[in-house]
């Protein structure tokens, strides 16, 4: 009776998890053999309302989908199905059912601040082996690095107090809340409520009792004993369910055990007082005070301006949705192509849409003290002072590059961001951080204007 | 050297799928030997800005895993080694072993009109079991709910033309591009560009180019005539990548094998209204136009209005994301529990976070039309007139319930659209459905808060 589909990704199936535009463009550039070696690059064109950064995210799942990508004899089959690839001829599926790929990646690392128009992403290979990877490497990097971004504006604003993820919830399914707990890490929380993340992350892993724990009881007293019987070394209560205050003081006769009580709604600010005052009468200044409910950077700002008793912030929703701006505008294209031996530039007009040609590198200048100053978005290989941010992370189809740990992926963002000045990360009206475009580069787009414009003059 | 994980959820893992507080929860339950039986909803407490209804979706998913939820020897030997479960005895861990559902569901059918407040879902089954599924279930219910709703408000906005997602790219995570192409079917959407959605679901699929195909050949006429020799059938092109217009004419070339173009930039109105004179001028009246770019609902309903020539739309960010309103407020609630053979009543009082208890049933009530008039929540068995929503979908643990196919949850959410007056589907400040409280439920809730202070009067 059971019919019922999980629609879980799994690996014999990456080949299908994209948009079937990629993969008709795939067949016509194989029936015409066109077997071109090209360059894409991903890129986040513009950045949303009041952010003039990014943290990179979502490097290491994008690089086991390029190593891991293949078409499963049942994905072929139902391609071969498919009305649209009636004229598709059989090489083609033969051709996939061996498709792996088999080019260069480079890189900025996870954790790596980055700036509208940056390459955060590059990739040369065969152009069908390219061309497919665009929808799946879109779609793990817009959100993990949006999700990144957004927690280090939360972090900032927490100013060293501790914030954790408490989002799965209400993330875009429950793959969504794995994702998220994983880069809202990198951006600087120091834990999730999600389990599954913290098994396959290896990152700490919080939470202990919901108002069901509370209301499951005869009353709020019994409940808070019974949970401090069996978690005594983590016994931290939720003293809302009923009333804050008093929901404090029976909280308090847990005594020396306690180790933090959680507030999940009201006014936080007025509350964390009087809770810290009822705590500290009893002798219990070692009790933390953890706040949820609905926070994100602008009212944690004004929380820890106003001083709240606050010692953690537990957040969800607005982390991982990035709820003021739930979708980054990243995109894949294509710059260079090689054909016949020559690398030919490429670009599109598009109407607010244009984009700069050939394979670019990212070069970052700090001023004497190691603060960032300002990038250039020049040509690999052109000769500009400044740290190239892109780096190797697949050669010819293998991995290349030591994958760092999910701590150090938070070292890196945390140390990015510790050298970004101030001005940059304020979280309403942040200036704009300085990306100027090489003279390389400039050349390289009339190049390509010229050329376009002569083979396009029919 | 491979070190990369994909993060993907599997079967055998899915009982670590949620927060870490369900399970010390459910430790704690089992530690005290708390086997009430008790009942949790699952509901949407407000609406977002601009809607008045929601389009119930992710029930497959939500019974997919109440039926497969359960905790490997792997999973298991992680839980025993997290310090917070340091005193959590052996025979809990025997327990999980164990685990599977055994209580009973109640849900309102995909495709389902449901209103604020009213229980999309119920469960009854032992303490343990209901509280340890409400991470998954809110994630998977919350972000398909959303998008069906936004999908319903863009395909009323386009008055009977084809709207088709296009999303995958900007959606939270590769995952979560599947789950949001089945919401957005479910919604009203005729098919998804998602290859992976299409072969799970049976849906259509669709797309052809992308701006790489034009940029990849020498030239857009000769990208166009190549596209056309290997899909003959299928040959839908964009015309923006260089001069939209001058794209249209090299499009109408192709003759009357033409079968659509693609508009992706620009003044959509203006562009779509020019290029239709292009074509028709070709005798190319059969030439559909497809308009993609950052649509929303507000968007078509400006093109419908305006008379843009505009056959389809392809929406992306806008409606995977549900842009403007990228969370849903769902929560699941105790409601009941059955001890030593009384059922009790349960509710919290938090501040603006009240319950109301009860196990409750929607009764919707009809004009003389067959039009949607009112509805009502009150309790289970209650004798109210109206046809009650929410029906019985797992008994005992097992599926008790027809899938529907989506095609049939398409045409739920269609016929319950259409029997939805028109003011509460107004795009901006729609009306507030009516939705009473029972008498009751209103001396349910009167119970429960004496019950409560009685036993929480220390």
Redesign the interface.
Known sequence: ???????????D?LG??????????A???F??G?Q?T?T?ELSVRHLPENRSYLVAAGL??A???I??VAFSQE?IR??QR???F???GQTFFEFLKNFAFSGDVYAMPEGTVAFAGEPLLRITAP?IEA?IL???L???I???TSVATKSSRITFASQEREVVD?G?????????????A?AAFIGGCKGT?????????GIP????????????H????DSFQ??H??????TVLLI?????L?GAR?AATIGKGLKGIRL???DLLKLSGEVRRILDAEGLQHVRIVASGDLNEYRIDELVRNGAAIDSFGVG?EMV???DA?????I???VE?EHEGRLIP????????ATYPGKKQVYRKRDTDGNFREDIIGLEGEFIAGKPLLTQVIKDG????H?PTIYEMQNTASDNLARLPKPFKRLNNPEVYPVMKSNGLERKRQEAEDI?AS??N?
């Open positions: 009776m059971d019919k019922t589909k999980s629609l879980f990704l799994t690996e199936l299908l998890a994209t948009d079937l535009y990629q993969l008709s463009m067949a016509g550039y029936e015409q066109m071109d090209a894409f290491e799942q690089l086991h989908y190593t891991h994905a139902f391609l498919l009305p649209a009636k004229h598709v152009l061309q665009e929808t799946y879109l779609s793990t817009n959100f993990q408490f799965s919830r209400r993330a875009h399914g429950p793959q969504a809340g794995v994702l998220a994983r409520s999600n389990v599954f993340a913290a098994y396959q992350l892993v919080v939470g202990t009792i919901a108002h069901a724990w509370v209301m499951a005869e009353s709020e007293r019974k949970f019987a069996v978690f005594p070394d983590n809302d369910t009923y009333d804050t008093t029976r999940d709604s009201g929703t949705t990035s709820k739930p979708a980054l505008g990243g894949y294209k294509l192509q490429k670009m599109k007009f598009s109407a607010d849409k293998k991995a290349c590059y994958l376009i083979q396009n029919d």
